[in-house]
């Protein structure tokens, strides 16, 4: 092609031949934009150029038929579980100079299908712009960049153009082409339906898959064109419009990268890099990406860039195998052979320890500071805010099982999390699978041992909301309802629960740290108080539950007068931080609140309240319905039918509501398994059938008796 011709030939771009060939299939009007680029040789010309930390990227403007566009990674979901996990990012070089493309590597065909069905399906149960593309079109280049795909499984490689930044405009796009009608999951059965089809990953007939692919999106464009052309022909604006509106899309394609002398990076992440740092800014500047995935984005590539530091004193190695555990690369059973060690248990809650202390030692904690300050464009960042970069890093294990609390979680984070001044000193894990072994060194004032129980402990309470941020209303509040003895920053908490000789603190850390799970909450979690249904005989095994402790007892466990053992709350937690502090507040307020002299006698003018049955109207009732005459069957028997449906629709709906809560237990959090704006209509839906159950009710009954409480569970 001649696009790709011109393109190998300008001395300002670098892209395999492949990748040239990718460019000049999606582009409309290929021809002259290899004009433009043949004729420009020796200067930018066509070419756009912006300036990045480390480098300078080059891309034209075109625009791109929709149905050569694939989704890539989405940045915001870096602090997501995915039910369907990301692929792979490596980078790419030509003669050892970065090249405008990156690699990435799935498992298996159906592995980059699934990918991309969540990526349209989660993004739409978000957002959704096809109302205004329908009526105006995408206005705004989405930011593209070619990609070879490659796969685990043997099958072979392709290169395709892929969306970096404007992800929603092009599932919006595709929703709007899916029809007024179509649901977020249907849109995306689209997509993948139009980009891979029925395709198989083996070869045929000595055609490569990457060709297969191509002539089937060509064919479904041929067929899209024969649609318009019918629809337009029979003044069918309804299918027409749409057609017309996403056809093609605007789209800057970047083809070039040259790489600054002073990078850090190697040739192959610098391209990555700078594209991570135009979404970074389009999406503080413009639409900014929640906090929690702009930490994750910042703490990731500043990792990156310090692994390539030359004079590190930290071996890289293990920076890389940290590195690998943050982007979820390496999974918590994978700890004993990433570290060389068969003492280091492969737990989710190991994974935590051993990213803090990989990222806190002092050669590392300030380099990785000042890192972060370049990418995020400030001057200074306190130790909360590094807690607050690590806390969507550290719960990737135990997003989904521990959701309901985790915005609490990542606020504690914020507030210091488990960086204590002992933790940012130069201290090494005590491997162990009894972390209250570690209790008596550390009373002892054994720094590893202290440091560990702080670390592991912290990290346990806090993703179980037994800890949190510091907030004033939580000052002498109810101890059932979050309530603390004193205020204190999270991390002075941990401080205070490890510090030598607090026997009660490093008990409550160890004990909570044995007991940790990452696949489910306590059901001591301070929560807020939820609809639950009685039935429980589908749960088995021991309860998940935390528990307070007294240090006078054999097994370290508090029980009440029954000797049932008590339940740990973060009022025990900050308790056990400074008893000494707690005790002293706690008898202040006793005195503040002691009650007043007791009255002997009523004011005058003061009675008892009448009895409320007596104040009360008689209720008024209703005349049931009279039964229309001529009707072919008894009322009777159609009641007992309409009975049986209702009781039979009930019960389908109870069993559609279990299925989806199951789902939501054990899979992802990204896609959500239903999108936010069903829940409105299915709970209107939901509020006129009880408002419909009860009137029906009061007119069979003639009262306005409210319901025992058992006819509503």
Known sequence: MELALAGLAHPLTRLPADAWQTVARGVVGAKGIAGLLASTEQENGLLKEENVEGATLRTFSSRVWLSELLPGIQPRTGMEVLDIPDPQVTGMTESGLPCAAVRYRYQSLQHLKDHVRQTIHGTL???????????????RPLITHPVEFIFEDGADSFYALVVRDGITRLASAWAVLAGPDAESGKAADLVVESLFGDTPAEPADGVGLGERLAAHRQAHRNALTGEFQRATAEDDAERAVPIGQTFVVPADIAVGIEGHLERLLAPEDVFDDAMRSILASVHVEFKAWDTAAQNVEVATRALKRLIQIDDLEVPKED???????????????????????????????????????????????????DQA?????????????????????????????????????????????????AVLTEWDPVLTDDFTKLVQPAVDGDLDARCTLAVAGGIALIADKLLTRNVGSSLMAAKEKGGVPFRADVHQVVEGLSAPGNELGLWTLALTANRFRHDALPENAQVLRQLIRRDRSHQEGTPYVHLKVDVTQPDRIARDEHGVPVRLLEWDVVWASDPQRAESVWKAQQVRQSPLPTLTALPAGLRAESDPEEAGASPATAEPPAIQSGDAVPAARRAEGFQRTLRNSLESAQYALDGLTDIDRTAGSWPPVMEAASFGDLRQTLLELQTDLENLRRNIQGDDSAPEDDDLV
């Open 373 to 421: 300050k370049i990418i995020k464009g400030g001057s200074r960042m306190s130790a909360k805010g590094f807690a607050d970069m690590l806390g969507p890093i550290l719960d990737r294990p135990w997003r989904n099982a521990k959701k309901a609390v985790s915005k609490q979680a990542r606020n504690a984070w914020g507030n210091g999390g488990v960086l204590t001044g």
């Open 125 to 139: 149960a978000i957002n959704s712009y096809a109302v205004s593309i329908l009526g105006r079109k995408v206005t």
């Open 319 to 369: 920076l890389q195998v940290v590195y690998g555990m943050a982007v979820g690369r390496i999974g918590p059973e994978d700890l004993p052979k990433e570290y060389g060690d068969d003492r280091l248990p492969g737990t989710a809650l190991w994974r935590g320890v051993q990213i803090v202390h990989g990222l806190t030692r002092p050669e590392v904690f300030g380099r990785l500071k």
